[in-house]
């Protein structure tokens, strides 16, 4: 299969303008396949946050809702606050929030913390070695509800 006589353009910065044209074009294709697909207009950007009695963060989960699911970006906790549940408690009210904005799968990505992962039911889905060198990157998921 031959390619077309294109230019390829490498942006290192891309203009916020290039950057939506790409997305759109994208929204464009997937709405054609999956026709009921919510806008990323629909994005639920969140975070909990967890602070001690002086108001210092001690722990935190930032996460996105969106096509059905649930994205755990990064789930921080202060050392002296790990081993308590603290980190178990944030997933448990990401979840929970997943859940009541329609959420049936929750997933993430995590280099140290799988048997973390594993005790609150992700399955590992996907393995990427050397990113860096010398890490494993492991892909978790979770059922959260079944679908009908």
């Known amino acids: 299969m031959a390619i077309s006589m294109v230019k390829f ?12 044209e790409l997305t759109s074009q994208f929204e464009v294709f ?11 207009s629909e994005d639920k950007i969140f975070m909990v946050r967890a602070v001690n009695r002086s108001g210092h963060l001690v722990g935190g989960v930032l996460a996105n809702c969106y096509w059905n699911g ?6 921080w906790v202060e050392d002296s606050e790990r081993g308590k549940g603290l980190g178990s408690s944030l997933i448990n009210q990401a979840e929970a929030f997943g859940i009541e904005n329609g959420a049936v799968v929750s997933f993430l990505k995590t280099v140290e913390a799988k048997g973390f992962y594993e005790k609150l039911g992700y399955e590992v889905y996907g393995v ?6 010398g890490t494993v990157i492991y892909h978790m998921k979770k059922r959260l509800r079944q679908t009908s």
């Open 128 to 133: 990427l070695e050397d990113r860096p060198i």
């Open 30 to 40: 997937m709405r054609q396949k999956i026709p009921n697909l919510p806008p990323q």
């Open 9 to 20: 353009e490498l942006s290192e910065s891309p203009s916020q303008e290039k950057v939506s």
């Open 70 to 75: 649930l994205e755990i970006d990064t789930l």
